[in-house]
């Protein structure tokens, strides 16, 4: 069992940065693929990036590439989401993922994750 915590959502304007973090526990972190996902009201939940276990590769969705970045931090059993040049399209509420996989390719199904956290909002203001 992995739990997940997201935190660093707020409200920022359009052009602002926010960094999220999602802080993992229970679970050898450095064996899982993690990703975020979005979900804007009345929307699917949707992929937006992912980072391979062993942090060789990272994958995103054509909205948020070369604005967004996932990292990973294996000592401190976190994952980040540095998020730049804000949109007002990028309001959601933005959930971390896990799976246990040393694959190495894009996971962007949010049936390809067994673990979520609580998410955490983001608003971006026009």
């Known amino acids: 069992q992995v739990q997940l915590v997201e935190s660093g959502g707020g409200l920022v304007q359009a052009g602002g940065s926010l960094r999220l973090s999602c802080a993992a526990s229970?679970?050898?972190?450095?064996?899982?693929?993690m990703g975020w996902f979005r979900q804007a009201p009345g929307q699917d939940r949707q992929f937006v990036t992912a980072?391979?276990?062993?942090?060789?590769?990272?994958y995103y969705a054509d909205s948020v590439k070369s604005r967004f970045t996932i990292s990973r931090d294996y000592a401190k059993n976190t994952v980040y989401l540095q998020m730049n040049s804000l949109k007002p399209e990028d309001t959601a509420v933005y959930y971390c993922?896990?799976?246990?996989?040393?694959?190495?390719?894009?996971?962007?199904?949010?049936?390809?994750?067994?673990?979520w956290g609580q998410g955490t909002h983001v608003t971006v203001s026009s």
């Open positions: 993922a896990a799976v246990a996989t040393i694959i190495e390719q894009a996971l962007r199904d949010v049936d390809d994750y067994d673990y």
């Open positions: 229970g679970r050898t972190f450095s064996n899982y693929v």
């Open positions: 980072i391979t276990s062993s942090g060789r590769n990272t």
